[in-house]
């Protein structure tokens, strides 16, 4: 059997200068070193052209040779460019520049639970439930996507300033649904620590092995260090497959309720853990909810305040007094006039709230603006053809009074010149123009009316008789009788 496990940097490698830092790769200046891990060493970097920080690792040159690291190595970057979720470390590129693998991930500003725990010594327990909770919601996502991390552990998990815990390296990390198969048969990939036992064995894995190292996880956030340790590797895996989980409740300052909790979270068949990491959630939950109703039960009530006893004041009479009360006066005094009573006020009504006036939404005032618009287009349009009908109107009366202007001129007569009116006169006269005098009827008493006396004609131009239409002359008026 194949044994392939992270181990830590010695002080002196960490202080040698590394020769990439200065350097930009893959458009990232690199700044300084964060860690280093199996695969490689993970860089604080910021970006050329964004000019944000970011954390780049890069790829071990002594595996570069090997292609089945290369591609472990590119698989890491696809499946965290998968996971988007606020609780996993998102990747934004992978590649490959001078000769270098490098990922781009988030950076994040914050130390790992490892470190966390380095610094306290142990973690409390509501919180180390609820970093324990975020995990398993991002192993949750990881699920959704028939993926498996099998490399839960402290170091991977990494703590931003609002608290958020993220998951980090994907490295080991594994599809379920991919037909391909990187990792050999009986080899074993994980830290011996927080390893399940069917990995301990180089058996096939599931998201119940997550599980397990989720729970061996916990147990060194509340205890201080891991469940199993040993002087070798193998004697810590040996203690993984066949040592029972350490019982918690030897520690009071542990509540009750945690125990069964990582006993079935680390239980050694991976049938009797939780099956799901939805499964855990809920678990976790419950347990956080239990604690936080016994922290309200426990809680000391708030201390009464003591009753306070007031004593009433003695009287004017009861009052001693150590002067001799005064003769009395040989002249009595004047009785005081009684106070007149004093006007009671009435109070004042209270004056009733005035009704609210609802507000109008913006929908209705943009309804009641259009509204509006429309009135004030249509009465335009109407003012608009009332102008028109009454210009046509106009119009036709004018053109009717010059057409009837034009006729009247056309009938009316020319008038007569000074020379020749008595002829033209008596030339143009008609039988219906020309004047006949009334005969007398027989039998009347009423004399005749006389005809009109005729214009006098000068002698030079005698009157010239003109006959009428049908050429006979004119018929001379009879006499009266």
Known sequence: MEFTVKRKLS???????????????????IEKLIGRGGMGAVYKAENVNLGQPVALKVMSTKLVTDESYVQRFMREARVAAQLAHPNV????DVGEDQGYY???MEFIDGPSVRQVIRQRGRIAPQEALGWALQVAKGLDAAHRLNMIHRDIKPHNLLLTKDGVVKISDFGLAKSLSSGTQITQSGMVMGTPEYMSPEQCNGEKVDIRADIYSLGATLFEMLIGKPPYDGDSLVAVMTKQLREPVPDLRKY?????????LIEKM??????????????TIQAIEGVLAKL???????????????KTRTVPKPSVEQKPSAEPAPLP????????????????KKPKPEASPKPAIPQPSAEEMAAAKDRIRQLRLAKQKKNKMTLIVISTVLFIAFIGLIVAFVMTSKKRPAAPTTEGAASATGSEATPEQSPTLPSAVPGSETPPTPAPATTPVTPSTPPATSPDASGAPPAKADAPK
């Open 11 to 29: 002080q002196t490698q960490t202080i040698k200068q590394d020769p990439l830092i200065g350097t930009i790769v893959g458009g990232c200046k």
């Open 89 to 92: 470390v998102r990747a934004y």
């Open 102 to 104: 490098f990922i781009i």
């Open 252 to 260: 009071p300052d542990i509540p009750p309720a945690l125990a069964p």
């Open 266 to 279: 680390m239980a050694k068949k991976a049938d009797d853990r939780y099956q799901t990491p939805a499964e």
């Open 292 to 306: 936080q109703g016994e922290k309200k039960e426990t809680a000391p009530p708030a201390a009464a305040k003591p």
């Open 329 to 344: 006066s040989k002249e009595p005094e004047p009785p005081k006039a009684p106070e007149a009573p004093k006007p009671v």
